[in-house]
């Protein structure tokens, strides 16, 4: 069983390259689905969540070639069955991403429904509720969303909430619908700016996507596309923390500037000193590290992927902070594993105040889920002592080598095998 020992108390300084966006990968990868023709990805983070996308495109009679940081997916050989299975739905929720282009391309789609995470019961409601919209006829039954619809209609979805993969999901099946479709109190994520790039691309007409209001003129025919995906925001910020807190100076290659704008201004705040470098950024922290507040928010907003991050910093700054979680209702999973490394933290109802602690204690902590994980790597990295951070799978859902990009930087993080999971 894999794990990452961090030795800590060492600045950071050098380079690290930040990879391509997990969250514009895979609507991306699901896009291919509305053509016919070979599609190519570059820039594609080698991810676990890309290995499990590939494996259901290829269930859905695609042919796909991962050969990082490229992806091809050629056209459909045979009869395709549009079917997205349990297996590989519980294994990651955004294989509901199939459900809007499987229904536009096939007609019909059966899609397991994704069940709750460890931050989340994550509904998917305002998913189907938007394709009802455009004429599908929609069950949930046996655990499995079944959807039809002889050929989907243009229409106006109004969101009840902003929702990532739901924007997605509407804008990926309105592109082969009949008609223009108008997106309303839509999620303005840059990823959902990306997917509307790619969908122009293959000749459907997008219009605002990145704004809460998006236009999709559906097409007949959608053609392949050739495209290299953006850099991933939520990598580069984390990394940006890690600095944060171990301090030091470190040159983010292909940090996406623009897509953190609320990360940046926290992390200016609390004393980072964050400079562009041509396509790349300069990140520093050379004195105190201050406490700040933040709230998460649909972008614009402070991101809650990074709220276990900042968090985490923010149990080696001076004072204390207040970290508000208004995204997703079970996010603070991190706070106890932190406790166990005498971070100072209370939790009330979805706000957790953290009062500043000069050094963390290296411990053995368990991840919970993808972002939590990733925390506590960075508090491992201002901790006396080792730390061992068990159940790396959830870090390798979102982060490529993580471990081998800090040690890059001059930390002593390393993966390492574990004998087994204590029960
Ligand atoms: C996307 O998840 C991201 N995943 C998440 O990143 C991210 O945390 C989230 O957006 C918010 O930014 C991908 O892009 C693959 P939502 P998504 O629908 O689309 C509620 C990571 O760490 N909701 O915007 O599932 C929902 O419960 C992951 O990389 C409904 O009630 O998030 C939540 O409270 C974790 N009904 C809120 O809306 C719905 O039909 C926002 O969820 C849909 C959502």
Redesign the pocket.
Known sequence: MDAIRVRGARELRGSIRVGGA??AA??ILCATLLSDGESRLRNVPGLR?IQTTSELLRTLGRGVTVDIPEVRVQAPRGQVVPEAPYELVRQM??SV?VLGPLLARYGRAKVSLPGG?Q???????????GLEVLGAKIVVEHGFIVAEAPRLRGGEVVF?????????NLMLAAALSNGQTTLVNC?R?P?IEELGRVLNKMGARVEGAGTSIIHIHGADELEPFDHAIIADR?EAGTFMAAVGAAGGDVLLEHAPLDDLEPVIVKLRRVGLEIEREGEHARVRRLGPLHSADVTTA??PGF???MQAQFMAMMCVAEGRSVVTET???NRFMHVPELGRMGARIQIHNNTAIIDGVGRLSGASVMAT???ASASLVVAGLVSEGETIVRRVYHLD??YEAIEKKLAGAGADVTRIQLESEPA
């Open positions: 997990k969250n895979l609507p969540d929720r955004a991403l995470c931050i989340g019961a994550r509904p998917v409601d305002q998913h189907l509720l009840d909430i902003p929702t990532v993969t739901g924007t997605e999620a994520e990823e939520i649909p972008h991101p809650t992927d995204v997703f209702e889920d993808l972002r859902r979102g």
